[in-house]
C-alpha cells in the first residue's frame, strides 16, 4: 500500500514564502512524475506545477516565477517551495504522484491547506 503525506501548509501573510513536503511511502518500485495540484474554494482542481523523474520542470502560468517545483528521488519526496505568495494562491495544496508498485498508478496526498492573508 502507497501513502502521500504532505506537510509544510498554514497561514501566511501577502509577499510571503511557504515551503511544501509530500513523502511517498510503501511498496514502491519507482516514481515517475509528481506534482502540485490546488483547489481553491468553489473552483476546479488545477495544475500548480510538475516535476519528472529525471528533474524536468512544468509550471502553470499563474506561478512561474514565484514557485519552485523539487524532487529528492532517494527520500521519494516532492518539495514546492511557494515565493511571492498573493491572496489568490490560497487554496489547498494536493500532492501527486505516478508510482510504479505491482502496478503503475496514480496516488494522491491528504491535501494541506495555505491560505494567504493579512
Known amino acids: 500500500q502507497v501513502q502521500l503525506v504532505e506537510s509544510g501548509g498554514g497561514l501566511v501573510q501577502p509577499g510571503g514564502s511557504l515551503r511544501l513536503s509530500c513523502a511517498a511511502s510503501?511498496?514502491?518500485?519507482?516514481?515517475?512524475?509528481m506534482g502540485w495540484y490546488r483547489q481553491a474554494p468553489g473552483k476546479q482542481r488545477e495544475l500548480v506545477a510538475t516535476?519528472?523523474?529525471?528533474?524536468?520542470?512544468y509550471y502553470a502560468d499563474s506561478v512561474k516565477g514565484r514557485f519552485t517545483i523539487s524532487r529528492d528521488n532517494a527520500k521519494n519526496t516532492v518539495y514546492l517551495q511557494m515565493n511571492s505568495l498573493k491572496s489568490e494562491d490560497t487554496a489547498v495544496y494536493y500532492c501527486?504522484?505516478?508510482?510504479?508498485?505491482?502496478?503503475?498508478?496514480?496516488?494522491w496526498g491528504q491535501g494541506t491547506q495555505v491560505t494567504v492573508s493579512s
Open positions: 501527486y504522484a505516478q508510482i510504479q508498485t505491482y502496478t503503475r498508478g496514480d496516488y
Open positions: 516535476v519528472t523523474h529525471g528533474g524536468r520542470t
Open positions: 510503501g511498496s514502491i518500485f519507482s516514481i515517475y512524475d
